[in-house]
């Protein structure tokens, strides 16, 4: 009987995945970064997302974004207890409210279109919402 050898699973290598969490966590700082300059941009999901990213990728890089004078102290709330502060979610919720006006009115979507929009930006306010302030 000829046995068949086993396979050996097929495995990336662990450097491609650093790579790309750590590209994917500088283009999450830069968005965070025009984030702070423009009023229309969010900046504090950008900073988490790059904090996140720099965990999985470059542990100098996590440290240096909780360590920041600006950033630090939300990325340590939300890492402790998911909370976010009340002027950011206040912040949140009138951007994507503007955000929603800018769209219906510059867009000129279908109803079914703009209701499913309006539903998604309902459901992303709730959560910020919903969330302890820190």
């Not at 279109?113 to 539903?119: D, G, H, K, Q």
């Amino acid at each position: 009987m000829i046995g068949r050898l086993p396979s050996k699973p097929v495995q990336r290598k662990p450097n491609l995945q650093r790579i790309f969490f750590l590209i994917a966590g500088f283009l999450f700082v830069a968005l965070g970064v025009v984030g702070a300059l423009l009023p229309v941009m969010p900046t504090t999901i950008f900073i988490i997302l790059a904090a996140g990213c720099f965990a999985r990728s470059s542990p100098r890089l996590e440290a240096w974004l909780l360590g920041h004078r600006l950033f630090g102290p939300t990325l340590k709330r939300w890492r402790e207890r998911g909370a976010i502060p009340p002027a950011a979610k206040a912040m949140a919720c009138t951007g994507m409210a503007v955000g929603f006006l800018v769209f219906f009115l510059g867009a000129h979507p279908s109803l079914p279109l703009a209701l499913v929009v309006a539903a998604a930006l309902l459901g992303c306010a709730g959560y910020v919402v919903s969330r302890p302030s820190a």
